[in-house]
T-cell receptor
Framework: DQQVKQNSPSLSVQEGRISILNCDYT??????FLWYKKYPAEGPTFLIS?????DKNEDGRFTVFLNKSAKHLSLHIVPSQPGDSAVYFC????????????FGQGTELSVKP | DTAVSQTPKYLVTQMGNDKSIKCEQN?????MYWYKQDSKKFLKIMFS???????INETVPNRFSPKSPDKAHLNLHINSLELGDSAVYFC????????????????FGSGTQLSVL
């Protein structure tokens, strides 16, 4: 019973173009969402987050969009760079459930020069 | 000068053995975690400790026993290892969570690849 799902295991994008990574969730009590980035042989590192009271949060080349009615969020990277090649994890948490993070299974992004 | 360090990085062992994974953080955080990345790549929380006190204990077999000697360390001991325990185990830490906020920005170690033969 996976409450957070990333249905695309991989994505390949040309350098300079937009990368769009998607994430779906089932628990309507989630009120905070995060994206983590992971390089091989390293642990995930925090990238960007969004509270459920917002529908968009932007940080440089990274923007996260939240559609609560669809229980869907997405991460946009523009322009994509080869150094963005990594696995991206979506995560969600709910205050009334102890705040523990529930992760998706990740999407491997490959940005080709 | 690693913020969250865990050892060993790789661990290969036989079924039935007992093994430990160590984790240390130098960020001054109060909360530490163990996550397991299974074969389907999901990262799943196992345990969480806040200032040496157990606060999250998911439905993990009792062969797994976390130990926190102080708030900078959270070790994971596994008894009677089984084939299904093969996975990557990540330690993480976060600043003390303020009451009512679910904005846990975790800082992860680089993982321990456990292979049970």
């Amino acid at each position: 019973d996976q409450q957070v799902k990333q249905n695309s295991p991989s994505l390949s994008v040309q350098e300079g173009r937009i990368s769009i990574l998607n994430c779906d969730y089932t628990n309507s009590m989630f009120d905070y969402f995060l994206w983590y980035k992971k390089y091989p042989a390293e642990g995930p590192t925090f990238l960007i987050s969004i509270s459920s009271i917002k529908d968009k949060n932007e940080d440089g080349r990274f923007t996260v969009f939240l559609n609560k009615s669809a229980k869907h969020l997405s991460l946009h990277i523009v322009p994509s760079q080869p150094g963005d090649s990594a696995v991206y994890f979506c995560a969600a948490s709910a205050n009334n459930q102890g705040g523990k993070l529930i992760f998706g299974q990740g999407t491997e992004l490959s940005v080709k020069p | 000068d690693t913020a969250v360090s865990q050892t060993p990085k790789y661990l290969v062992t036989q079924m039935g053995n007992d093994k430990s994974i160590k984790c240390e953080q130098n960020l001054g955080h109060d909360t530490m975690y163990w996550y397991k990345q299974d074969s389907k790549k999901f990262l799943k929380i196992m345990f969480s400790y806040n200032n040496k006190e157990l606060i999250i204990n998911e439905t993990v077999p009792n062969r797994f026993s976390p130990k926190s000697p102080d708030k900078a360390h959270l070790n994971l001991h596994i008894n009677s290892l089984e084939l299904g325990d093969s996975a990557v185990y990540f330690c993480a830490s976060s600043p003390q969570r303020r009451q009512g906020l679910a904005n846990e920005k975790l800082f992860f170690g680089s993982g321990t690849q456990l292979s049970v033969l």
